[in-house]
């Protein structure tokens, strides 16, 4: 069965009653619906959130497909409340880009997923479109002033660095010119559109604490120069109030169910190769305030998404995973071993075993910030015996703690001995903090060589002129401090998408630089890194469908 005819096989509990294994009461749900809720703000307690432990799960370099950090995440948390712990999972929200492109749904898979698994995907409570509102009328407002005689800021067209932003594959949009149509119809100017995931309104979304922290947030925002070369920020358009009143309800964090009736909590979504990669502050301390065991997940490889998550998110939030699962699975680990995708079915020892140099990449990364690593190995049906022998063989020589995850076939009952590792991990951490990458104090170009190398592997970092002089800016208008966001393909532990397995001898380029002032980091470009992705020869879009009674089918 596809995942959503797994989905469908399930009654929701109404959202009231996942509310009260949290101990919130009815009168302070919001309902969307009888199955979504968001969850007030007022639910964030400080001390409870230091009380409770928080799972990250990541993975190895994954193939086109992933590997199943969502799956593994919620059939964790359903085993985890299986043996008694009182656990909740905190993840994204899909972006319609993947939906109606190359994953289809984004919602877990087979017994391990959340429900309602088509709302989840499509829509959901609206947060996606009130992060497009929130930034177009950003936009709107800087076309706006430029037309203006009276309040005009002098923006200098070629240096406007804020673009529109639609939850949408459009490779059509990626750049464009506005502003044609004569004198009425604005400043022309060449322009663009971002993904809706990628955009910085994302960003700040997941990197508030607050109501006013969003909005100071959103004053900070940098739009570009004037024709004098004056810095110019949203608060310059007195624009933070407007879009944050915009953002009123996405702010709040929304409440659903898995398959077994466990809470999770799902918002925000930031791709993890071109932003943090990770779900809201928010939403992840409301869930520590109200769980024993909070496991969430962040995007991509460790490489990408569990690099930003320590040290950018962590770092922000004064957050520390008790425990890391490194998610891998045997057809990546044959994928980065050398064997084709197309026959990643069929058994290869030898692919397999040269495999295990991505995995112990991933090892060496993860364990430089001093958390301790649990093995997820997401089973697949064309795994075989053999091959699963060999990986935990391989995981016990290097004294790594290791259990299959079989959630995707049984839910939580298939994910058991992994929570039982994860407890007895998380239980004998008895440290409080993490070895951050790099410090603050440092030179944006030291935090980006000190992570290419101890996370990615590589010899060295080069900069291109051009990112030397947009880097130059940057430091000037007083953001050398910042954390670094670096954007680079998931494809590889590499900036080369080709390389694949454990590179080794390889410069790390810097081409470029963008400015995330309001979520509070540098960007920097690493190899071409599409804000506005394209749909395949053949999008998911093309088999999704609904019915007279409004049954929606082809969501995977």
């Known amino acids: 069965m596809t995942d959503l005819e ?16 949290l101990s919130i009461p009815e009168k302070d749900l919001e309902y969307y619906g009888k199955f979504k809720a968001k969850l007030p703000l007022s639910f964030l307690e400080e001390e409870a959130v230091q009380r409770s432990k928080l799972i990250l799960v990541t993975a190895i370099t994954p193939t086109p497909a992933g590997e199943g950090k969502t799956t593994t995440t919620i059939g964790l948390v359903d085993a985890l409340n299986q043996i008694g712990k009182k656990g909740t999972a905190v993840i994204r929200e ?8 190359i994953k289809g749904g984004a919602a877990g898979g087979g017994r391990s997923q959340v429900i309602p698994m088509e709302d989840i995907n499509l829509h959901f409570t609206g947060d996606f479109s009130a992060i497009e509102k929130a930034n177009n009328l950003l936009a709107v407002l800087i076309d706006n002033n430029m037309q203006s005689k009276k309040r005009n800021l002098h923006l200098d067209p070629r240096k406007v660095l804020w673009k529109r932003t639609l939850d949408m594959n459009d490779r059509a949009l990626r750049s464009i010119v506005l502003g044609l149509g004569g004198t009425t119809g604005g400043i022309p100017r060449e322009s663009g559109f971002t993904i809706t995931a990628a955009s910085e309104v994302m960003a700040i979304l997941c990197q508030s604490k607050s109501i006013s922290d969003l909005k100071a947030r959103f004053a900070q925002i940098y739009i570009g120069d004037t024709l004098s070369g004056e810095a110019i920020f949203a608060r310059d358009l007195h624009a ?14 929304n409440l659903v169910q ?12 930031p791709f993890a190769n071109i932003a943090q990669g990770t779900n809201s502050i928010l939403a992840t301390k409301i869930a520590m305030s109200l769980s024993d065991y909070v496991v969430t997940e962040a995007g991509f490889g460790s490489d990408l998404g569990a690099e930003k998550f320590l040290n950018i998110k962590c770092r922000q939030a004064q957050l520390a995973p008790k425990a890391i699962v490194l998610v891998a699975t045997i057809r990546a680990l044959k994928y980065h071993g050398g064997q084709a995708l197309k026959d990643l079915e069929k058994e290869h020892i030898e692919a397999l075993t040269q495999g295990f140099a991505n995995l112990d990449g991933h090892l060496d990364a993860l364990n430089s910030f001093g958390v301790p690593v649990v093995i997820a190995i997401n089973v697949f049906s064309s795994d075989t015996e053999t091959e699963k022998s060999l990986l935990l063989d391989y995981c016990e020589r290097k004294g790594i703690s290791a259990a299959l995850s079989e959630g995707w076939a049984k839910g939580g009952l298939g994910c058991v001995d992994l929570a039982q590792k994860v407890v007895k991990t998380a239980e004998q951490n008895d440290s409080k903090g993490i070895k951050f990458t790099y410090n603050l104090e440092d030179s944006p170009v030291l935090k980006i060589e000190k992570v290419a190398q101890t996370i990615y592997g590589a010899d060295a970092v080069v900069l291109t002129q051009a990112a030397k002089n947009k880097l130059k800016r940057f430091e000037e208008l007083g953001y050398g401090n910042l954390p670094i966001c670096i954007a680079k393909t998931q494809k590889s532990l590499s900036d080369d998408e080709k390389k694949l397995g454990r590179p080794q001898g390889f410069e790390v380029q810097i081409r470029d630089f963008e400015i995330a002032a309001g979520a509070g980091f540098i960007i920097p470009i690493a190899g071409e890194i599409l804000r506005m992705p394209g749909l395949p020869l053949v999008p998911a879009a093309e088999r999704i469908d609904i019915d007279q009674e409004g049954t929606i089918s082809g969501l995977f």
């Open 240 to 253: 933070q109030g407007a879009m944050a009143a915009l953002m009123k309800e996405a702010i709040k964090p």
């Open 258 to 269: 898995t398959l077994e009736h466990n809470p999770a909590l799902i918002h925000g979504g």
């Open 6 to 21: 797994i989905a469908n096989l399930t009654v929701p509990a109404p959202i009231r009653e996942i509310a009260e294994k």
């Open 94 to 101: 899909p972006s319609l880009g993947p939906v109606f492109g």
